[in-house]
């Protein structure tokens, strides 16, 4: 049997870009107490709280804090994760009645885990992540650290409502944690996995120190089984939850984070103390939390009763029909009933219609609230960048939490502020937001690969999971011709094409000349080893054979250059060449790359060639890399508003327009990017629909027409810094 967890500890503490040999202030792990509440009794509480804003206090206080969340965690009841809630917006809850009493505006990021036997549940306000390691499996939250707009929410302190995000995990002997600020969100993730690779703590610390930033702080828990590591460090002295906070004492006048032990100063007016979770006041829920939930149940109970009232009046009038000589019939005992009842079903009314009007005055007033950020967001200076990001991201979450308080009504007011939010993030991550037209959606069923268009007129779309190519004519670069019913596929799973039938097709390009027997077609490669070829003029489609697919492992595009064909084979780490003759392909494919050369294809996902020869291979990770013969050519992506993709799955090289452009879409960015051929870049492409591009999957540019397949759409959109016009 597997024995119990525990955890060894350690922390990390960068302060001026120099490693110091002591524990993060809020740095804080807690046994369960003597008398924690049921359901927690075996937990396990490890929490960082960490500096936002800029003022800054002593260490005390955010020592203070750390063991303040523990209690009230500790105190609190039902799930582990309510349990986590409960003790970040009981601290937040704090920091906003200090604030308000004192007239200082104190703030601070938090990440909280908690151990319940083999699993951890993590949740975290502000700009603070969580890395973990499980093996070869490398998990961080944000899922992209260097996404600052998943990294930076909203701080403790700031709004009624704090933004906590939550995660959970199940765990073995060997995994590590890491809960940190901001400080490791721009190190290499794989550095960070070796980092946490080894066994041993000092060597996890040695490392990170070299990926830290100038200021980071950060814990460090590797679970092992019990009795086979160092358990956890003993309890510091903890002080009753009824004593004050130290008064923070802002530190404004040093470059970096000075912690001190040293006393609070004095002040004159009494400390605020810390609330008791029993009285404590709960803050504005963006779903209206519990007053929120009383006010639907009383709508609710008003509708009810008021139905209820016209059913009563009508048996009332069949039962107690108006007496013929005018006298009153109705018995005592009804009388005394209608005479209890009728007022209690008027109070019931009147209290739900009197809810009805607090939650449209709290609307109000939230809104209020948003138009003062968005007018102090629009007053801070442009060049203070860091400053007016993270007001306008404050903005655009206090939005949200507008809108979710009525889903599904649209507030002009709101989404005036939404765009000019929008616009100003956008202008500091030179994005181009575009108008796309959806031109045609493939079912649910569809996962759409390659888009070609060809002469401005044909349309071709490729669904991978039916190997099923479609052709639709466009009548404008934003409209397709189609009425009523949609066309056919060409081919598709299953379908016979010379003495071949199709089984999977990956890719496929337009080919003016070459090894086909008609010229200016559609060719696709089917991994079975063929050609399927479609020429408009010489419908339907046909087959070819290629010799030596057998040393193929598993081709994932195809391109021509010169009416040779190029096949892109990572697993194969090669790419395959076919010299045409005539009008077949006859001879075993060429190996691209000789022995000579060195060359990881591992995590390609697509390629291309330019009018000289020379292949970009696109890789998962974000990276493009330059061929030339098989030898690799020096070539970087330069100018990238984050220094690089997050990712890429798709790359399109327009070889026809004036200025010829490498188009590659980046899925986690939502992103469509465009470079020069030397790398440098051009645009950064987003969909004014946030929901269009979600599942990126190719893209194709047609002088400035850009098509794009996302998920089962197919989607077109005017774009392209580089080209003069449309070919």
Known sequence: MIGELEALVGHLLVVGGRAVSATPPGALVESPPKKAQRGRELDTFFTLVTPAGTVQGQAAFYEEIARMSADLYFRSSG?????????????????????????????????????????????????????LRQGDTFTSAPSDPRDEYALNGLPLGYSPSPDVKLAHYEIAPGHTVILSDAGLAAADPEKLMVALGSAEIAAMQDALKRLAAPKTQAMIIHFAIAGTAISLPPKLPKAPLSTPIPTPIPIVTVAEPVFTSAEPAKIDSPPVEAPKPSKQAKPIDASGGLRGVFRAIARALAWLLKGIARVLNGILDRLLPEPADGRAHIPATMAVGLAILIPVVVVFVVVALRLSQVDETNYDSLVNQVQSQANAAAAEPRTNSDRVK?????????????????PGRSDPVLVKIRAQAQGVLDEYAKVTRVAVTPLRNFGSAAKLGAVIVQAGADLYTLDTTQSAIYRDTLTKPDQIGTRGAQPPPI??????????SVKKIVDMIWLDEGGIRNSHALVALDTQ??????????????????QGAERWKAPIAIRSFQEKLYILDPPANQI????????TYPNPPEEYFGAEYQRKLGNAVDFAI??????FVAFADGTLKKYNAGAEQVFDLSGLPEGKLRATNAMYMDNNSPL???????????????FTLSGTFQGRFKASDENAFQRLSSVFADGSNIYVTSGQVLYYFSGGTLSATPK
């Not at 409960?86 to 703030?107: C, K, M, P, R």
């Open 660 to 674: 010829p452009a490498i188009f590659v879409t980046d899925p986690t960015d939502q992103s469509v990017y465009e």
């Open 491 to 500: 081919v598709q799973l299953g379908s016979a094409v010379a003495s071949y």
């Open 610 to 615: 330019d009018e000289k020869g020379n292949i």
């Open 576 to 583: 395959w060449r076919y010299l045409p003759s005539g009008t």
């Open 79 to 131: 799930s582990v994760t309510s349990g986590l809630r409960e003790a970040i917006t009981g601290v937040n809850g704090y920091l906003l009645t200090y604030n308000t009493t004192a007239g200082d505006q104190y703030q601070a990021n938090i990440i909280c885990l908690v151990l319940r036997g083999r699993e951890i549940y993590l949740a975290r306000t502000g700009a603070c992540l969580s890395l």
């Open 390 to 406: 993270t007001l306008w991201l404050a903005v655009l979450q206090r939005v949200d939490e507008a809108e979710k308080l009525r």
């Open 529 to 546: 080893g063929i050609l399927v070829t479609y020429s408009p003029t010489f419908a339907p489609a046909t087959s070819q054979p290629l």
